[in-house]
C-alpha cells in the first residue's frame, strides 16, 4: 500500500534526475560523476567549514538519485558551493515517519539515495539511525561514507584522554532531569563527550560542576567555523566563565575528563549525600546518591535519616 502510494512520485523523481547532470566541481572544474548504485548511502558533511567536505562524499552526492536532509536550505549551500544538482528532499525528526516510506520506495526502485545532516556524520543525534534499519531490515544496501564528526574534532583538541569515551548527546533541557542524568553519568570510567546549545550551556555547566566537583574539562564552540573557540580548565571555573559574560552564541561540545581513582570509588555516602544536600531535596539527592554510586536507594535513604537526625543532634 504504502509503495504504491509514493510509487508515482518515486518514477517521477527517477525520470527527473536522469535529465540532470551528475557532475561536481571541487576545484573550480567541472568532473562527471558515475551514477551511484543502488542503496542507502550515510554521507557525512562539514560541521562548518564547507572546505572539509571528502571527494568521495561529492562523488558520491552527485551520483546519487536523491540527498535526504534536515534543512534543504542548509545542505543546498554544499550543493550549490561543489556545482551538485541532485535533488534534495527533507527528512527530520518532524516529517521521518511520512518521509520514510518514500524513500524507502525509492530505493525499491534502485534509487542511490543519500542521507546527510545538516553538520557532521549522520544518525549522530538524528533520526537517521530509523531509515537505515528500516533500509537494511528491507535489504537494501547500507554504505557509511565517512566524514567530519564534531564529536571526534572536541576530542581531537580537548587534550584529555581519549582511550575511552562516552558519547552522551544533549542533556534533558529541563533542570531536574538533566541533574539526575548527570548523576548516572558521574562515575562512567571515560571521557564524556555531551552537546549543548548556548541558551543552556551555563546552566549546564553550573550542574556538572555541582554533580563532578572539580574536573577537567573543555568547552568547543563553533568548531571549524570563523569564531571557534576553546577553552579548558575545571568544571567550576568554565561555568563562572560563562554564567559572567562568556560568549553563549554557538554551538557548544563539551568534553570532561574521567573521574579520578578517587572518584571511581563511590564509599563516601554521606559525603556524597551532605553535598546533594546543598543543592536539592532529600528525595533528588537520595536518586542522585543511588544512581551515582550503584547502591540501594532504601541503603541510601536510610543513610540520609541518620544523617538527618544527627544534624538534630549537632543542633540541640
Not at 81 to 107: D, F, M, S, V
Not at 137 to 142: K, L, P, R, S, T
Amino acid at each position: 500500500m504504502t509503495r504504491q502510494r509514493w510509487a508515482p512520485r518515486v518514477l517521477a523523481m527517477a525520470t527527473e534526475r536522469k535529465m540532470q547532470p551528475r557532475r561536481y566541481s571541487p576545484f573550480g572544474t567541472a568532473i562527471e560523476a558515475a551514477k551511484a548504485a543502488s542503496g542507502l548511502y550515510l554521507v557525512a558533511t562539514p560541521i562548518g567549514n564547507l572546505g572539509d567536505i571528502t571527494l568521495r562524499a561529492l562523488e558520491l552526492l552527485a551520483g546519487a538519485d536523491v540527498i535526504a536532509c534536515e534543512d534543504t536550505r542548509v545542505t543546498r549551500k554544499l550543493t550549490e558551493r561543489y556545482g551538485i544538482a541532485t535533488p534534495l528532499t527533507p527528512y527530520h525528526e518532524h516529517n521521518a515517519a511520512q518521509a520514510r516510506p518514500k524513500l524507502l520506495a525509492g530505493l525499491a526502485e534502485g534509487q542511490a539515495v543519500a542521507l546527510v545532516s545538516d553538520a557532521g556524520t549522520p544518525l549522530i543525534s538524528d533520526p537517521g539511525y530509523k531509515l537505515a534499519q528500516s533500509a537494511r531490515e528491507a535489504g537494501h544496501a547500507v554504505t557509511a561514507v565517512p566524514g567530519p564528526s564534531a564529536v571526534l574534532a572536541a576530542l581531537s583538541v580537548a587534550a584529555l584522554p581519549t582511550d575511552r569515551f562516552f558519547f552522551e548527546g544533549f542533556l534533558p533541557p529541563k533542570s531536574s532531569a538533566r541533574k539526575k542524568r548527570i548523576a548516572a553519568l558521574a562515575n562512567i570510567p571515560a571521557t564524556l563527550v555531551l552537546f549543548e546549545g548556548g541558551s543552556r550551556i551555563a546552566a549546564t555547566l553550573a550542574d556538572l560542576a555541582g554533580a563532578f566537583g572539580v574536573r577537567a574539562a573543555a568547552i568547543c564552540r563553533e568548531l571549524t567555523k570563523l569564531h571557534e573557540e576553546v577553552k579548558r580548565g575545571d568544571l567550576d571555573t568554565l561555568a563562572r566563565y560563562y554564567t559572567d559574560g562568556g560568549e553563549t552564541r554557538g554551538e557548544f561540545v563539551i568534553v570532561i575528563a574521567p573521574p579520578s581513582a578517587d572518584d571511581e570509588e563511590p564509599e563516601d555516602i554521606d559525603g556524597l549525600l551532605r553535598q546533594a544536600l546543598t543543592r536539592v531535596s532529600v528525595k533528588e539527592a537520595v536518586g542522585e546518591v543511588a544512581i551515582a554510586t550503584g547502591r540501594p536507594r532504601r541503603e541510601v535513604y536510610q543513610r540520609a535519616l541518620a544523617l538527618a537526625k544527627d544534624a538534630d543532634s549537632d543542633a540541640e
